[in-house]
């Protein structure tokens, strides 16, 4: 008897461990899914913040956001936003009901400053523009362009124009670093955002010919296959110029193909057939001893 009753002891006391580790489970995984379903306030702006802005208390409000939806970085109070004596300002546009995180603002007690844009291992650097190189001022911050350099080459006589560097984008037109409004801005340089040996080439470039701005299609990829045009390619290109092989411009604009030109043969006038000269013969007559000569014919 006494055995039987440890036996039994025993299966109780495993019994009741197992219960108190599946009840454990539960309740911690139902306090999981109370916190996931919950909600938690989140700053967000109560007004369009331009690049610039300063972010005032009147300017942002809190917004319950689903705990599992909280984007990484948020400010859950004003004293994390807004330290006390210590003002932000906003890097990028920010529209209402936005999320406000720290990637979009300047650290506390700093102002606007275009370096809090830039990339790990990205530069800054500027290039002269005008109105023409500029795309007549349509050119706005956050554009995409391809840069061009048109110098005269040495050891010839012409000039010639190749393609610099593709997909730049365009951080700031002139001083205006605000965006796209819609309108054209002239200016006289352009802010692009290439990596150091990009500079290097961009100071380069201004010293030895000119440069010139053209805008792309955004998304669009990469041209593999640039090429170098010279005073020889300014003709139509179905005689002649530079024209991409349809191999290597995958994923690129393709140049049509030039068509074949279709010569006719014109017809040649009639000649006139020269008059033949009329046949003649000559026959000589003996008569005895004597002959004589005879034209016979026309």
Do not use: C, W
């Not at 911050?141 to 010839?156: K, Y």
């Amino acid at each position: 008897m006494r055995r039987q009753t440890l036996i039994a002891v025993g299966i109780a006391i495993v019994l009741g461990l197992v219960a108190v580790f599946l009840a454990n489970t539960y309740l911690i995984a139902a306090d999981k899914r109370a916190d996931l379903q919950g909600t938690t306030k989140v700053a967000v702006a109560a007004v369009p913040l331009q690049y610039g802005t300063e972010i005032t208390r009147e300017k942002i409000r809190f917004a319950d956001f689903p705990n599992s939806s909280i984007p990484a970085g948020s400010f859950t109070n004003v004293n994390q936003l807004l330290p006390e004596g210590q003002k932000r300002v906003a890097l990028m546009e920010i529209q209402p009901n936005e999320p406000i995180l720290p990637a979009k603002i300047s650290a506390a007690g700093q102002g606007a400053s275009i370096a809090a844009l830039l990339p790990e291992g990205m530069r800054a650097t500027s290039v002269r523009i005008n109105d023409v190189s500029g795309v007549a001022g349509f050119i706005q911050p956050n554009d995409s362009v391809d840069v061009l350099i048109t110098r005269s080459m040495e050891g010839r006589g012409d000039q010639v124009t190749d393609v610099l560097a593709q997909n730049v984008r365009v951080l700031a037109i002139g001083q205006n670093a605000k965006g796209a409004d819609g309108k054209p801005i002239s200016a006289r340089n352009a802010t692009l955002l290439v990596d150091q040996v990009g500079a290097q080439k961009l100071a380069l470039a201004q010293q030895v010919g000119d440069i010139s701005l053209v805008l792309r299609k955004p998304g669009e990829q990469d041209n593999p296959v640039v090429e170098t045009v010279s005073l020889g390619d300014l003709r139509y290109s179905l005689y002649g110029g530079v024209h991409y092989p349809p191999e290597a411009s995958v994923g690129a604009y393709q140049q049509p193909a030039p068509q074949p030109v279709k010569r006719v043969a014109r017809a040649a006038p009639p000649r006139k057939a020269k008059p033949q000269p009329p046949l003649r013969t000559d026959v000589e007559v003996y008569r005895g001893t004597q002959s004589k000569s005879y034209t016979v014919g026309a």
